[in-house]
């Protein structure tokens, strides 16, 4: 089903819009969420608030494109259940692969603890994804948005997992020295 | 945290990124641009005209390696890797015998193990030593049944290293450790389908039941008698496992009870 008329379902107050909604994003929710929790129950607790939020904000809103408003909340909801998670069990190990894969930028003594600081950093991100050509946008967009994998990546690009994994690591570089010149990271 | 925080910012990266990395037909067209200029790239290099003129001059350099240079550095390589495994099996404690490290082509896999999370957990009764022993890959554990009949507590169960573990109990009125160390019996993995119990014998001293135990066809490369004799494994009070070797070169059983009896 379109996106145009999922949000049409929403605005009508049609369940079906839920069952079209997981049908159609559903596999992708659930992977983000995976990805950022390695729990199963955690991950669809997170989806199914997911839905629930998309309920409650559409209408008034009408987002397009839809999956990435879904897929943001996944993910916002994936990280907060990470954080609260993490504060319980401090030290517990909780790390995920996909965290390690970032371990990289944000210095210790200038963590951002507010919205307006993560907002900046945002900026600076999309800053920097605008000087990267298109396949290397979509590398670093694939691999730390969507969290493919390396042979996912492998696949859709022809390019060799080794070879992907030193491009992404020269693409993170470039963000850890970009973030640096403004100030964000260590 | 420091993580998460990012994984916070890039969630909110531009919706057009997004779409852009999950449009098929875009992602197909930025790589194929890619692919394309990589070929150009190449092509040009390597063109030459028809009419002669001087083929174009690669910018590629070419970088001529000695020999003698190449072998420099491989040594120089070899001596930091080594001296690097040197350095960190002394920092870990870790000592390089045959059972606690492999070589895979050029990869070193020292096999270390710690039981740190055992501790915090709920210890086990001393009745279920065995099993929690014998899940670490320790075959045959054989334990004074004092320890097992009484309901002893475990206070510390670690193994620092694959081949040793340490256990302390107490029974409230008393404590006591056992040490086991069985890296001589994981010492010849050949052997281990063969390594049977010969014979076992416990005898009481001080009122402590010590129990000796000798395999079969299990090779012994360092002499365990020394070791007792100098006091290194003296702390074993309560469990001797030894082995021999069935041409007898090393301890025999008989040797093992002697001194099994002066254990005080």
């Known amino acids: 089903m379109e996106d145009k008329k999922i949000i049409e379902l929403f605005f009508a107050r049609s369940e079906k819009a839920l069952t079209a909604l997981a049908d159609k994003y559903g596999k992708l929710c659930m992977k983000v969420a995976l990805q950022i929790l390695h729990s199963r129950e955690d991950s669809e607790e997170c989806v199914n608030d997911s839905y629930l939020d998309v309920w409650n904000t559409v209408p008034p809103k009408e987002p397009d494109p839809l999956m990435s408003y879904m897929v943001k909340i ?4 994936s990280l907060d259940c990470l954080e609260h998670r993490s504060a319980k069990k401090r030290g517990g190990g909780e790390a995920t692969v996909s965290l390690e894969d970032v371990a990289l930028f944000i210095g210790e003594s200038e963590t951002p603890e507010d919205i307006v600081e993560r907002q900046f950093i945002t900026d600076c991100v999309n800053d920097f994804l605008r000087t990267l050509t298109p396949a290397d946008r979509i590398l670093f967009v694939r691999k730390f948005w969507f969290f493919d994998t390396y042979e996912e990546l492998s696949e859709i690009s022809g390019i060799k997992v080794g070879t992907l994994k ?8 470039s963000l850890r020295a970009y973030l640096c010149e403004r100030g964000v990271a260590a | 945290m420091k993580d998460l925080e990012f994984l916070y910012a890039i969630n909110g990266i531009d919706d057009e990124f997004i779409t852009e990395a999950a449009d098929d037909e875009r992602v197909k067209e930025a790589f194929c641009a890619e692919w394309t200029e990589e070929d150009e ?16 001059k690669s910018t590629k350099r070419t970088h001529k390696v000695s020999f003698k240079k190449l072998l420099l550095v491989a040594v120089i390589s070899i001596l930091l890797f080594a001296l690097s495994v040197g350095v960190l099996a002394k920092y870990f404690d870790i000592n390089l015998r045959d059972e606690l490290y492999q070589i895979f082509g050029n990869d070193v896999f020292i096999k270390v193990e710690e039981f740190g999370s055992m501790i915090e957990q709920e210890m086990p009764k001393s009745s279920d030593l065995v099993v929690e022993i014998e899940k670490m890959g320790i075959p045959k554990v054989i334990l004074p049944e004092v320890l097992l009949e009484e309901e002893w507590l475990v206070t510390d169960f ?22 086991i160390n069985h890296s001589i019996y994981l010492e010849k993995a050949g052997y281990i389908g063969r390594a049977d119990v010969k014979r076992t014998e416990s005898v009481i001293v001080n009122g402590i039941e010590v129990i000796v135990t000798e395999y079969r066809a299990v090779s012994l490369d360092y002499a365990i008698k020394e070791k007792l004799e100098n006091g290194a494994i003296s702390e074993v009070a309560y469990t001797l496992i030894f082995y021999a070797e069935e041409d007898g070169q090393n301890i025999t059983f008989e040797e093992a009870l002697e001194i099994a009896k002066t254990i005080k």
Request: contains cysteine.
């Open chain 1, 74 to 77: 996944v993910r916002y909801n």
């Open chain 2, 41 to 56: 790239s190449e092509q040009t290099e390597s063109d030459t005209t028809e009419e002669g003129k001087p083929k174009r």
């Open chain 1, 166 to 173: 030193s491009k992404i690591s020269r693409i993170k570089e």
């Open chain 2, 158 to 179: 670690a193994s620092p290293f694959e081949s040793k573990v340490n256990i302390s109990l107490t029974n409230g009125k008393m404590a006591c450790s056992v040490k």
